[in-house]
């Protein structure tokens, strides 16, 4: 199974870096650091066709199982990837032909928060997998403060997580 690490915090060598260099080891074939491509907002009249994203998406497709990994800012996912998602529409209008090559693919979640695990926060993820067609995976999140316990605890146990998840093979 080919597996792309998506990347996107406002800091490349962060605290959710540490967590998919810690469970994840990524060669530099296979992880994508969102800030290394210039991905500008959606535009309806399409101006920024010729920036980074249809390069990335076309590299993207030849890996099986999409991770995400994203700190969580405000209660939902970072900047760089809601700027990522929100070229999706890109892939239903110009670039069909690669939208429905997202079919199938599988999609997982790694998330680091400092606070509290907000409520809900899957579900935007899950929501574009069932539109898109794709097969979420699931999430983990890893707890990057130091004060809580029971979340210093639950890390040990998402870790575990993440390995039997993306271990799903299966269509
Ligand atoms: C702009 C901003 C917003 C944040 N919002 C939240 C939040 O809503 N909930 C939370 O638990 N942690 C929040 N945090 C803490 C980060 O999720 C946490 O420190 C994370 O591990 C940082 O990862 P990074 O080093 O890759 O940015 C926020 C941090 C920043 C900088």
């Not at 405000?74 to 079919?103: A, E, P, V």
Request: proline letters at 4%; charged letters at 20%; hydrophobic letters at 40%.
């Amino acid at each position: 199974m080919s597996q792309a690490i998506i990347f996107g915090s406002s800091r490349s060598f962060g605290k959710t870096r540490a967590v998919v260099d810690a469970l994840l080891s990524p060669s530099n074939t296979n992880f994508f650091d969102l800030n290394a491509y210039a991905i500008s907002p959606f535009d309806y009249d399409h101006a920024n066709r010729d920036d980074d994203f249809i390069p990335l998406i076309e590299k993207l497709l030849t890996f099986d199982t999409w991770i995400i990994a994203t700190p969580v800012y405000w209660y939902n996912m970072s900047t760089q990837h809601k700027l990522f998602f929100d070229r999706f529409s890109d892939l239903l209008t110009i670039r069909k032909d690669l939208g429905r090559q997202l079919k199938g693919k599988k999609l997982f979640v790694i998330a680091s928060f400092g606070d509290s695990y907000p409520q809900g926060f899957e579900d935007t993820f899950k929501q574009i997998c069932d539109y898109l067609g794709m097969r979420y995976l699931g999430s983990c999140f890893f707890y990057s403060g130091s004060a809580n316990q029971e979340y210093l605890t639950n890390n040990a146990t998402q870790a575990r997580l993440v390995g039997e998840r993306l271990s799903i093979t299966t269509p």
